[in-house]
């Protein structure tokens, strides 16, 4: 049994989430991490008194070194993020198949209920405010298709149009699983 068939979703970075968001979400965190790479490098070449800060010149040029390699790390992760996202945005592939289930879906739903209890459930508070479940959902879309079954996360407005038993075809990026229509 493979793992996102225990689970019901693939885990993958990114599963199911639109390509657009991906790039733009990328390109704002990268632009971010730039700032901070240049900051970091302005603080190394001098060119930013940190004597103001009441920090020695040599503790502050290891922090900044320090911060523009942990930006340098993210950045690259964003340009990751764009990359995929560019690629699922020009490559698209068609799934046909029998809807089998569809089904909403809970952030480790896949324990047993009483560990979800323990974890998740936080009753109320010394103040008699309510602690309950506040997990994100998601639905889940399960075809039967001549591969086998397969699933993705779909949004509800796709989810609204489509019943267990029809038959659909799906417009899915293959490598983060987005669904961008259904016919």
């Given at each position: 049994?493979?793992?996102?068939?225990?689970?019901?979703?693939?885990?993958?970075?990114?599963?199911?989430?639109s390509?657009?968001?991906?790039?733009?979400?990328?390109?704002?965190?990268?632009?971010?991490?730039?700032?901070?790479?240049?900051?970091?490098?302005?603080?190394?070449?001098?060119?930013?008194?940190?004597?103001?800060?009441?920090?020695?010149?040599?503790?502050?040029?290891?922090?900044?070194?320090?911060?523009?390699?942990?930006?340098?790390?993210?950045?690259?992760?964003?340009?990751?993020?764009?990359?995929?996202?560019?690629?699922?945005?020009?490559?698209?592939?068609?799934?046909?198949?029998?809807?089998?289930?569809?089904?909403?879906?809970?952030?480790?739903?896949?324990?047993?209920?009483?560990?979800?209890?323990?974890?998740?459930?936080?009753?109320?508070?010394?103040?008699?405010?309510?602690?309950?479940?506040?997990?994100?959902?998601?639905?889940?879309?399960?075809?039967?298709?001549k591969?086998?079954v397969?699933?993705?996360?779909?949004?509800?407005?796709?989810?609204?149009?489509?019943?267990?038993g029809?038959?659909?075809?799906?417009?899915?990026?293959?490598?983060?699983?987005?669904?961008?229509d259904?016919?």
């Amino acid at each position: 049994m493979k793992a996102d068939e225990l689970l019901g979703r693939r885990i993958r970075p990114w599963w199911g989430k639109s390509p657009y968001r991906l790039i733009t979400q990328g390109v704002v965190q990268g632009v971010v991490a730039g700032f901070l790479i240049y900051a970091s490098i302005q603080v190394r070449n001098g060119a930013v008194d940190v004597g103001a800060f009441g920090a020695e010149r040599s503790q502050a040029e290891r922090i900044a070194l320090i911060v523009a390699l942990l930006a340098s790390v993210f950045l690259l992760y964003c340009l990751l993020r764009v990359v995929v996202g560019l690629l699922d945005l020009v490559m698209r592939r068609t799934v046909e198949g029998t809807v089998i289930g569809l089904a909403e879906r809970q952030y480790g739903d896949v324990l047993p209920p009483i560990l979800q209890h323990f974890i998740w459930s936080r009753g109320t508070d010394e103040n008699g405010y309510s602690r309950q479940d506040r997990r994100r959902t998601r639905v889940q879309l399960t075809l039967h298709t001549k591969a086998g079954v397969r699933s993705w996360t779909v949004r509800q407005r796709i989810a609204n149009r489509v019943a267990e038993g029809d038959r659909v075809r799906l417009t899915v990026s293959p490598l983060i699983g987005y669904v961008s229509d259904v016919s």
